[in-house]
């Protein structure tokens, strides 16, 4: 299993998580971040944002389903197009265990 996390533009994650369920995966995590990437924040005049909003969503899976999650974020959270920087990032981690709480079953 592999474990995926892409950080995005708020304004996308509704966008992004509807894809997903489309796409048949309707397990994800959400929560609000601060960041920045390559760009280094946003500069307006002489104030530079250097912490700006941004959402990670956390989606486990299995790992021959890891491209088409990947391929699926990907077209839903780019803008303009091509996309543009501020976009985001996705982060793919391997998942060694998981275990279901309520009942304590290991997959």
Do not use: N
């Amino acid at each position: 299993m592999v474990m995926i996390r892409a950080v995005v533009r708020p304004e996308k994650s509704h966008e992004i998580m509807a894809a997903l369920l489309d796409a048949g995966f309707p397990a994800v995590t959400k929560y609000d971040v601060f960041g920045r990437g390559k760009q280094r924040g946003l500069k307006v005049g002489d104030i530079t944002y250097d912490e700006l909003p941004k959402d990670m969503l956390l989606v486990v899976v299995k790992d021959e389903d890891q491209e088409a999650v990947v391929s699926t974020i990907i077209k839903a959270a780019r803008t303009a197009g091509k996309g543009a920087f501020g976009d985001g990032k996705i982060f793919i981690s391997k998942v060694e265990e998981t275990y279901t709480i309520s009942t304590g079953v290991k997959e």
